[in-house]
Nanobody, 121 residues
Framework: QVQLVESGGGLVQPGGSLRLSCAASGRIFTVVTRGWYRQAPGKERELVATLTSDGNTNYVDSVKGRFTISRDNAKDTVYLQMDSLKPEDTAVYYC???????????????WGKGTLITVSS
């Protein structure tokens, strides 16, 4: 069974930095993307950043130049380095892996339970 466990959330002042980690366990036959999503109070969940298996990245416009997604293959861990944080970055951040559990399976989304980031002075 695939499990994703996020860590690194917390309270940070505007302009500060945090690094989120997402450790994966369990086997996925094919991984298409790894990524981070967030959901602010009263808003829908939105994509923050994704990383494909061949290393391509994609970011929502509001975080470009401030956030960086990366991966440690040996640890099967995905990171989100967040710099120059703003109050509007406040949200619950979710780790996501999109892939196929077996050769014949449809694509599935696997989610972590989320970690809260609060940006406030």
């Amino acid at each position: 069974q695939v499990q994703l466990v996020e860590s690194g959330g917390g309270l940070v002042q505007p302009g500060g930095s945090l690094r989120l980690s997402c450790a994966a366990s369990g086997r996925i036959f094919t991984v298409v993307t790894r990524g981070w999503y967030r959901q602010a109070p009263g808003k829908e969940r939105e994509l923050v950043a994704t990383l494909t298996s061949d290393g391509n990245t994609n970011y929502v416009d509001s975080v470009k130049g401030r956030f960086t997604i990366s991966r440690d293959n040996a640890k099967d861990t995905v990171y989100l380095q967040m710099d120059s944080l703003k109050p509007e970055d406040t949200a619950v951040y979710y780790c996501n892996v999109r892939g196929r559990p077996s050769y014949f399976s449809n694509l599935m989304d696997y989610w972590g339970k989320g970690t809260l980031i609060t940006v406030s002075s």
